[in-house]
């Protein structure tokens, strides 16, 4: 009895501390994570946790986002007219090729052509002008009516009209400035229905054929020339126009 009694009272007076209550949880999880399992389990989770959330971000990227458009909006555009073509470029338009300087081409001939210092001594003679005592090459071509009646004159390219004037060698004459830094230069004219600074297009009327002193024995006709820039080198105007035949 003795023996038992002081057995049930050294287990009743064992102490009872919260340490000591503390290390039974403690051990426990200790015990748990020894176990050769426990990391590679954690690993593998943790693992597939992130690939989730990867998956999610990713499919929530690939949806479209839904704007806020109000119904009732309606477009000013035109039906079937795409978003695309506000942004279009225009196309350049295709640059200018020299035109006859004549309302009508078929009414007029070549009486006189240029000089060109590459031709033969028999062409080199036929464009050379005599003027007092004086032979000058033809720096241009003249144009001229069978029946030496006046004809219309206009303007070969598009430009600006630098110069109108009135002298007593080569008659009235008219000068235009094209954006290819050409200059056209119409002299011998009748009537000039431009005047200077004024915008001309293609084929436009710019005057009347008409006389000139330094080549009257061509009666009424139109001196027309091409020179690079005002005052610049001349131009062969057989090389620039159309089709060019001397009749």
């Not at 338009?93 to 060109?116: C, G, H, I």
């Amino acid at each position: 009895m003795r023996d038992g009694k002081q057995e049930f009272q050294k287990k009743e007076d064992a102490p009872q501390t919260a340490m000591g209550a503390a290390n039974v949880p403690n051990s426990a999880w200790k015990r748990f994570l020894a176990k050769k399992w426990v990391f590679p389990a954690t690993y593998v989770a943790a693992a597939a946790i992130i690939l989730t959330i990867m998956w999610v971000y990713q499919d929530a990227m690939k949806k479209p986002v839904a704007l806020d458009t109000p119904a009732n909006v309606q477009s000013d555009k035109p039906a079937g007219e795409t978003a695309g073509k506000d942004n279009a470029v225009p196309v350049g338009a295709k640059a200018e090729s020299m035109q006859w300087p004549v309302k009508d081409r078929s009414q007029v001939t070549v009486t006189l052509p240029s000089y060109d210092s590459k031709a033969s001594n028999e062409a080199k003679q036929a464009a050379m002008v005599e003027y007092g005592d004086t032979l000058t090459p033809h720096v241009g071509i003249d144009l001229a009516r069978n029946d030496k009646q006046a004809f219309e004159v206009s303007a070969a390219l598009s430009g600006k009209v630098t110069a109108v004037d009135k002298n007593p060698v080569v008659g009235n004459l008219v000068e235009i400035t094209h954006e290819n830094g050409l200059v056209t230069v119409y002299q011998s004219l009748g009537d000039i229905k431009v005047a200077a600074g004024a915008t001309v297009k293609q084929g436009e009327i710019i005057a009347q054929a008409g006389r000139n002193e330094l080549e009257k024995d061509q009666g009424v006709h139109l001196h027309f020339e091409v020179r690079k820039g005002e005052a610049g080198a001349v131009e062969l105007p057989e090389q620039l126009l159309p089709e060019y035949k001397q009749q």
